[in-house]
């Protein structure tokens, strides 16, 4: 069949790409709008220019600050607790004598107690909860060992759980299926559990992280105080050294973990003043009768 003067097959197509990509270029500089609302076109000569820049040279704008939890609980919160804990107990003497030797020994006692404390109860802490992490990586692993039904169960089970996350059932199989073949206890223990086989906590080296940060906070009031024979001059050093102590301590933890400057400092100095009142007054209230400070 010929066709019409004056119009080939080629200006057809042409004809019908230019209007398509006219339609594309205008949709592409359709605003957002909320629904029930008129999308506003830009000009037809608006033209958005974007900055050819290599992405490892973007600016990092999306930072983590809770996957530095492990180790800021361990650190900034142990040598807080120390700080607190011995200069309170040294002012809670130092409220029942003026003498010097007595105010040390509270201090070395609490420092050499406190440390061991905390060692002890992190490293039991950490041990139980890698104790049932790790039964529960053995139940997976006798579950894989009861035969194909089981497997096939632990298989749906893992389907699913892609599935919850948001995954098409058909997307969340294949998924399932190429994470069992490369290392099915692996899997499960990491999106069934929630548990990182390759990164579990290691009792002996939280107990000792939370001793040396016990033992440095705990040191600042103790040396703070201990060469000074006057009782009033000490308990000023103590106070002071420790205030100046607990809002750098809080400054550093609200600064590594994202939070507010002013709002991290000041509620661990606050806290830690009051700590180191209560247990002042406590040690003049049941003074006994020895030589009190002035």
Known sequence: MAQPAGKSPDASV???LDSQDSSLSTNSLETDAAPGQHRQRLPPDHT???PDVPYNELPDEHQHFSQRAPWLRAG???ANDGLVSVASLMLGVEGGTNELHPVVLAGVAGLVAGALSMAVG???SVSSQRDAEEADIEKERKEQAKGPAARQHELEELTAIYEER???YGL???VAEELTAKDVIRAHARDELGIDIDDMTNPYQAAASSAFAFIIGAGLPLLAGAFIEDANWRIVS???TSAAALAA???LGAVLGGAGVIKGGSRVLLGGLAAMAITYGFGRAFNRGGPAPP
């Open 14 to 16: 042409n004809k019908n």
């Open 48 to 50: 958005v220019h974007m």
């Open 76 to 78: 900034v919160l142990g």
């Open 122 to 124: 992190e490293f039991v």
């Open 166 to 168: 948001g995954l098409s």
């Open 172 to 174: 969340a199989r294949q």
């Open 238 to 240: 103590v106070v002071l």
């Open 249 to 251: 301590f809080g400054i």
